[in-house]
């Protein structure tokens, strides 16, 4: 008797631990630190409004599974058709190749290792979505596939998707630790 409670008991703790914080879909960019904040003018104008959808050029601070591990990271550009380094690297047939290219900065007190494209997805206006692509793209080289990201230091390169041709890319999405964060970042895409 004494071993079905105890059993019970492990069972239930294990169940509330990995009902761990909601998913969240962070789509708000960070805000803007180099404004010139010294001249205090007054004026009877109400302050602009901030967009509230990440875009090109955006950054949003996304956090990881474990304590310490926060990134900052920028959609430096998008290409909603992307053409391949040489004639060997192309898409499939019936399909195109699209690219982001991403700035991640490590914000978080722990080394950031991953593999980025595992945590990168795009969806286009039907609602279908696809996983990263490797191929080589003639915009420039690719974001590290095995990246060891120390603390303060940040990385740069592009993440591909093959969608079908016909596809009209919408929005781009990114979470850390290969897809498994509970913090997923969101841009708005042309």
Same mark, same amino acid.
């Given at each position: ?80 058709? $992307?053409? *391949?380094?040489?004639? !060997?690297? @192309? =898409?499939? #047939?019936? /399909? ?58 940040? $990385?740069? *390169?592009?993440?591909? !998707?093959? @969608? =079908?041709? #016909?596809? /009209? ?22």
């Amino acid at each position: 008797m004494r071993t079905r409670t105890i059993t019970a008991t492990a069972l239930l703790a294990l169940t509330l631990a990995a009902c761990g914080p909601a998913d969240t879909v962070n789509t708000t960019p960070k805000a803007d630190t180099t404004a010139d904040t010294s001249s205090k003018t007054v004026t009877s104008a109400p302050p602009a409004k901030k967009a509230t959808a990440a875009a090109v050029g955006d950054t949003l601070t996304l956090k990881g599974m474990e304590d310490g591990e926060q990134l900052d990271v920028t959609l430096k550009q998008w290409l909603p058709t $992307a053409k *391949g380094a040489d004639e !060997f690297n @192309v =898409p499939s #047939d019936g /399909k195109k190749w699209a690219a982001a290219q991403f700035e991640l900065v490590n914000t978080g007190s722990k080394v950031y290792s991953d593999s980025p494209q595992n945590g990168a997805q795009v969806a286009d206006a039907q609602g279908q979505r696809f996983s990263s692509y490797f191929g080589e793209i003639a915009a420039g080289p690719q974001m590290a596939s095995d990246l060891n990201l120390p603390k303060g230091e940040k $990385a740069l *390169g592009w993440i591909l !998707f093959e @969608v =079908p041709k #016909d596809s /009209k890319i919408t929005s781009l999405q990114f979470a850390m630790n290969s897809g498994f964060s509970d913090q997923t970042g969101q841009w708005s895409v042309k």
